[in-house]
C-alpha cells in the first residue's frame, strides 16, 4: 500500500477544495494586485535557467501573491524532472532534518510522489539527513508549496520534502551539497520555503530583509548566516535557505533576481506588526 502524506493544512492556510483551490491560485495569488498580473498560462520566457527559488509559506491570503512571483516565473522556464522542498521545522517533531524517501503527498489538486531513487541518494550523501516521517506530519512550509508546484507544471513531476530543525552553516552545506548530489544528472528544481522578518514594524521589517536579500542576491550563504545574526533577522528558514543556495550554486547558478518583496501589511493595511515575503531565483545563463 502506498504511504499517503494527508494534506493537513488544506482548509486553513489554503482553499481545501479543487475548485476553490484553483480559483485562490489565479485570483488572489497570480492575478492579485501585488502578484504578477498575469497567470501561470500567459508566463512569458525569460533569460536563464532556474535552479532555485526561494518562497514564502504564509496562508495564500498573506503570502500567496509574492509566491505566484517565483511559479510565474517558473512556468515558463521549462520543466523539472524532480523537487526539492526544503522547509524549516516549525513544530519540534522527529529529527534534526528529515526527509521522506517513499509514498505520495495529497493536496486538493492531487497526489504528489515522492522520488525515492533521489531522495535515497540524497540521505545517503548527507551526514545529518534522516529519513523520517513523522517531522513531515503537521508541517506547512513544505505543504503550501505544491499547489503551486501542481498549477504550474501540472502532473507528472516528483519531488523531495528535506524538514530542517537544525539551522547552521555546516548543516546546511551538508544539506546543500548532499541535494546537489543527488540531483546531478537530472533536471532539477531547489525550492527554499522560508519568510523573513516576523512581528515587526513595517519600516523595521523592510530595513532588515533587505539585508537578508542582499546575501541571497550574492548567492553567498556564510554572508546570509552572518547578516541574520548581525541584523537578528526572525527569518524562519535561513538553513533552507542556505543550503538551496550551495546547492544551486554546484549545479551551476551564478546569478539570482529578487522577483517580488512585500509584507503581511502591505495586503491587510495594518503595517505596525508585519512578515515580510520574497520570492528569489537563482539561475544559470
Not at 548530489?181 to 525550492?191: M, R, S, T, V, Y
Not at 538553513?239 to 501589511?265: D, H, N
Request: aromatic share 8%; net charge negative.
Amino acid at each position: 500500500m502506498v504511504k499517503v502524506r494527508q494534506p493537513y493544512n488544506a482548509g486553513s492556510w489554503y482553499a481545501g477544495s479543487r475548485e476553490v483551490l484553483l480559483k485562490q491560485l489565479e485570483e488572489e495569488c497570480f492575478l492579485h494586485p501585488l502578484g504578477p498580473g498575469k497567470t501561470a498560462r500567459q508566463a512569458e520566457p525569460r533569460p536563464g535557467k532556474i535552479l532555485g527559488l526561494l518562497s514564502p509559506h504564509a496562508g495564500y491570503m498573506y503570502s500567496g501573491p509574492v509566491a505566484a512571483h517565483g511559479y510565474y516565473a517558473l512556468a515558463s522556464n521549462g520543466r523539472p524532472e524532480v523537487v526539492v522542498v526544503l522547509g524549516p521545522n516549525h513544530y519540534g517533531r522527529g529529527s534534526a532534518v528529515a526527509i521522506m524517501v517513499d509514498g505520495v503527498w495529497r493536496t486538493p489538486l492531487g497526489d504528489v510522489s515522492i522520488n525515492s531513487d533521489v531522495a535515497k541518494a540524497i540521505q545517503k550523501a548527507s551526514s545529518y539527513i534522516d529519513v523520517d516521517d513523522s517531522a513531515h506530519a503537521y508541517e506547512h512550509s513544505i505543504e503550501l508549496q505544491l499547489p503551486f508546484l501542481q498549477c504550474v507544471l501540472g502532473e507528472g513531476f516528483t519531488f523531495i520534502p528535506i524538514c530542517v530543525m537544525l539551522q547552521d552553516l555546516e548543516v546546511s552545506r551538508d544539506i546543500g551539497e548532499a541535494v546537489a548530489e543527488g540531483l546531478k544528472g537530472l533536471k532539477g528544481l531547489i525550492i527554499a520555503s522560508t519568510d523573513l522578518t516576523h512581528y515587526e514594524p513595517q519600516t523595521s521589517a523592510e530595513r532588515k530583509d533587505s539585508t537578508v536579500l542582499k546575501a541571497v542576491e550574492k548567492l553567498d550563504e556564510a554572508l546570509l548566516f552572518r547578516t541574520v545574526e548581525e541584523f537578528s533577522v526572525s527569518m524562519c528558514g535561513v538553513g533552507p535557505t542556505a543550503s538551496m543556495i550551495v546547492a544551486a550554486k554546484r549545479l551551476g547558478a551564478s546569478e539570482a533576481e529578487i522577483l517580488k518583496y512585500a509584507t503581511s501589511g502591505d495586503i491587510t493595511g495594518d503595517r505596525s506588526a508585519v512578515v515580510g515575503y520574497a520570492s528569489v531565483a537563482a539561475y544559470k545563463d
